[in-house]
């Protein structure tokens, strides 16, 4: 694949139907606070912005399961690994004690966010790096090893509460703005989340896209035209990474408590649940994904304490029907669309 052949394989411009799709659902987002309030139902607003934060998270693992063809069982590790550092750093802050003597505490979401981007980056660094020389079952059992290691570390370290996880008294400051409050939490959110689309948009429309999906599609045959696939693997489980630690931050946040469950094998699950529920390979996918799940435990959890018997054959007939997912579903009801 030349760099001509891939030029002239770049996505067309977005249609006007899709543009305005979009821009119906941004407006419904700004404007979901407002209408709960009025419909007093201010405690839906709490709920929509964890399904923001976990279609974060499904998005960029999205990235490298659905168009990079990586199926990581470990995202929970930058997931969890992101939210610990809200914790670490907030409890230096408040015990003006600096971590390991060198770094200082605060409770800056301008700083606290890109400090968990940037560890959970070179965390997804490390670990692709020696994942991603295998492939296959082998890569999935990696994965999911190193999430393990990571939680079972966590719960060893006491001093960061062990099992019991760490409490953060108050949600990291931003311009003053009262981040207590649900509706400005939710804005926030929303504004990473749509930044965080439109950059994993930019991403898949772009050259390195086109290559990430060559690769997922056949490995064999990029390499054979002198394309390294490793490379361009790694960057992408990177950046997917990055993502899944942003949502992290957010979470611990979000839930101003974070504990090793953030960082086990099940969250991990869950993360691909969304993805699969979707959509796999789609930009919206993990939205729908997310809101599709955390709804649907939401409801299950106020009828019966055994919500996972009817969650399981909800998520089976749902797999098994849409073909594609929920975006899917969504793209046979609007003729002469596109899944993606």
Not at 85 to 113: A, H, M, N, R
Not at 297 to 315: A, M, N, R
Request: with cysteine; aromatic share 10%.
């Amino acid at each position: 694949m030349s760099d001509n052949t891939i030029e002239r394989a770049a996505p067309a411009p977005l249609a006007i139907g899709t543009l305005l799709a979009t821009l119906l659902l941004a407006a419904a987002l700004i404007a979901l606070p407002f209408a709960m309030q009025a419909l007093g139902q201010p405690a839906l607003v709490p709920l929509a912005s964890r399904v923001l934060i976990y279609a974060v998270a499904a998005a960029s693992l999205n990235l490298a399961l659905g168009f990079g063809g990586m199926v990581s069982f470990g995202h929970a590790a930058f997931f969890g690994v992101g939210g610990y550092v809200v914790g670490i750093l907030y409890q230096s802050y408040t015990g003006d004690e600096p971590f390991l003597g060198l770094i200082p505490g605060t409770d800056q979401l301008l700083i606290t966010l890109p400090a968990a981007i940037l560890v959970a980056g070179l965390l997804a660094l490390v670990i692709g790096a020696l994942s991603l020389r295998t492939s296959g079952v082998q890569f999935i059992m990696i994965t999911l090893a190193f999430a393990q290691m990571l939680f079972f570390l966590f719960v060893s370290l006491k001093v960061y509460g062990g099992d019991d996880g760490m409490t953060i008294r108050r949600r990291n400051a931003l311009f003053g703005l009262n981040t207590r409050d649900d509706a400005t939490f939710y804005f926030i959110c929303l504004a990473v989340a749509a930044v965080v689309f439109l950059l994993f948009w930019r991403i898949v429309r772009s050259r390195f896209g086109l290559v990430l999906a060559g690769i997922r599609q056949n490995e064999r045959r990029m390499a054979a035209i002198g394309i390294a696939p490793y490379r361009y693997k790694l960057a992408a489980f990177v950046i997917s990474g990055m993502g899944a630690g942003l949502a992290g931050a957010l979470m611990a946040n979000y839930m101003r408590f974070v504990s090793p469950d953030m960082l086990h094998w099940t969250k991990s699950g869950e993360l691909m649940i969304m993805v699969i529920l979707g959509g796999v390979g789609t930009l919206l996918g993990p939205l729908l994904g997310a809101a599709a799940l955390v709804t649907l435990e939401t409801v299950l959890t106020s009828w019966t304490e055994h919500w996972q018997l009817v969650l399981g054959p909800v998520l089976l007939l749902v797999v098994l029907f849409t073909q594609g997912g929920l975006n899917g579903l969504l793209a046979r009801l609007r003729p002469g669309r596109s899944a993606r």
